[in-house]
């Protein structure tokens, strides 16, 4: 009997050591592998899964066959020097730390866990995350909503005459790139598009928000103080502003205004029959940006920034002028100052400032902003005035006539201040009125300038030609002049989507603009026929 079982007994204890010698290899290979996943890194807990999960179906292996491929450990050489936490699978991937590559390939990375999706980027920026919702060619432009233009490195500033930004991309002095002033009207149009679709929400948790105001009317508030030249206000029923060369004071200086409540960042002004040589002037206190010396420079500037319907002394194209005392800084107007000479006055003058990102472009050119607008909006809120560098203490606003050209009256119809607004929050104050309206504003001329650019400046075959040379290595230099081709679609985008703010004469403008634009394409089709036939 006892013979009788032993073989079966046998071959039971073989299997178990066996199974156990397997248990014991995979155990080796899980601790092997353990050490290589235990890497932390910075991740973000917001879950991307809705989004980024079924795009990366094929790598989702299970562990057991992530264990079983990773065969051996290697060594590995990165630039000469031994790395460790190197594996080698059975498809001969190579398998390395991400701390290898972020150290020697400068890349960025996070790691969600809650969606266990890993985060690669090639330049530590804030990229905003994709949304799923159906393209509508009246809507948001990408993700433009997201960012601002004109706070890019490239960005030399905002022309205070035209409206549009400046671009020292392919030369510094700076030049119009229609692609980049394309952009710059999208981007404005999206958070245009994105506050008028917030609506009202819940404001229980923007207490602070509700609390301050945030927007200035400077023409009928209680909160302003206004300093006639003759004593006497001028104002029309519609409580726009009346500006006369008849009373001025010896400075030229015809209404002075003091608003009671300083912290700002938008200034809005829309008037009518400006005349040439007469000007705004904000004076203000801010913070310049902390730079490397930010000790000594990281207390409160004063400056005083002029809006000038006039062009530059110099007798050049020059976009702005700083006093020899580094204090004051003039934009010039020059086109305004064309107009007004040639009939008088100008029929429309509308300047919408950024008041922050007009003193640093000048006075720190060199500064990198965050181009993604809620960072710039959060840090707005969760820094005090004392601190805060985005905000600016207007404490004077000046009007100045030029009476040697005045013909008529000027005319203020729109004078606000206005705070930067969450983009996905708009608020009301008690009285039921709209709070980020100037925001708005802003938003809407900005828009319509760079539209308004391209139908003043569209040459005979409907396109707009970059007049800089554009020099890339390895490729013949394009001289001035040349078209870009993405540049001719990003701007039909621009025209179509104000179409819808317009009808009647102002829409048939934008839709000629647009035909036009086709010319270029049509002659390079017939060209290319030509040459097959």
């Not at 057991?64 to 699978?89: A, D, F, H, K, M």
């Not at 917030?198 to 948790?205: A, E, L, R, T």
Request: hydrophobic share 35%.
């Amino acid at each position: 009997m006892r013979v009788k079982y032993l073989c079966p007994l046998r071959l039971v204890a073989l299997l178990l050591i066996a199974g156990a010698l397997i248990i014991l290899w995979e155990l080796r290979y899980l601790s092997r592998y353990s050490k290589f996943a235990s890497l932390t890194y910075d991740h973000e807990p917001e879950s991307q899964q809705a989004v980024y999960g079924k795009q990366n179906d094929r790598w989702n292996h299970s562990t057991n066959e992530i264990y079983r491929q990773c065969i051996q450990s290697i060594q590995c050489i990165v630039n000469g020097v031994p790395t460790p936490n190197c594996y080698l699978t059975q498809e001969k991937d190579v398998l390395v730390s991400f701390e290898v590559v972020r150290t020697h390939l400068k890349v960025f990375g996070s790691l969600d866990m809650s969606s266990n999706t890993f985060y690669l980027n090639h330049a530590n920026v804030e990229v905003p995350k994709a949304h799923l919702y159906k393209h509508n060619p009246r809507g948001i432009y990408m993700q433009f909503n997201k960012l601002s233009v004109e706070k890019r490195l490239h960005v030399k500033l905002v022309t205070a005459d035209e409206g549009v930004p400046i671009s020292s991309q392919w030369d510094h002095r700076g030049y119009p790139y229609p692609i980049q002033i394309a952009q710059f009207g999208l981007n404005h149009f999206s958070q245009l598009i994105t506050s008028d679709k917030s609506g009202i929400k819940d404001v229980q948790n923007n207490s602070s928000l509700m609390n301050e105001i945030m927007d200035l009317d400077l023409t009928v508030s209680d909160n302003v103080l206004h300093h006639w030249s003759n004593g006497k206000r001028l104002n029309k029923p519609n409580n726009s502003l009346m500006l006369s060369a008849r009373n001025v004071d010896s400075s030229s200086r015809s209404l002075s205004i003091t608003p009671k409540l300083k912290d700002w960042d938008y200034f809005i002004m829309v008037g009518r029959q400006w005349t040439y040589g007469s000007f705004v002037e904000l004076l203000v206190q801010w913070y310049p940006p902390k730079t490397a010396d930010y000790h000594f420079n990281h207390r409160p500037r004063r400056s005083s920034i002029i809006y000038n319907c006039s062009q530059s002394p110099a007798g050049r194209l020059t976009y702005t002028s700083i006093s020899s005392s580094g204090n004051t800084v003039i934009f010039w107007m020059p086109e305004c100052g064309k107009s007004a000479k040639l009939y008088g006055s100008v029929e429309s003058v509308k300047l919408a400032r950024d008041v922050y990102t007009d003193l640093v472009k000048v006075f720190f050119p060199f500064w990198k902003f965050s181009e993604h607008v809620d960072s710039n909006v959060k840090k707005s809120h969760q820094n005090n005035t004392t601190s805060y560098p985005f905000h600016v203490q207007v404490l004077e606003i000046n009007f100045y006539i030029n009476s040697h050209n005045a013909t008529a009256d000027i005319m203020i119809e729109k004078l606000r201040l206005g705070k930067a607004v969450n983009s996905q929050t708009i608020l009301y104050d008690a009285k039921k009125r709209e709070t980020g309206s100037t925001e708005k504003l802003l938003h809407e001329v900005r828009f319509i300038s760079a539209a308004d650019w391209f139908i003043h400046h569209q040459d005979k075959n409907g396109a707009w030609p970059v007049n800089v040379r554009r020099s890339l290595k390895g490729r013949r230099t394009l001289q001035p002049g040349w078209y870009s081709a993405m540049g001719q679609g990003i701007e039909v985008f621009c025209l179509f989507a104000l179409n819808s703010f317009f009808s009647g004469f102002s829409s048939w403008l934008y839709i000629r603009c647009q035909y036009q634009i086709i010319i270029p394409v049509v002659h390079i089709t017939s060209y290319h026929l030509a040459l097959f036939t």
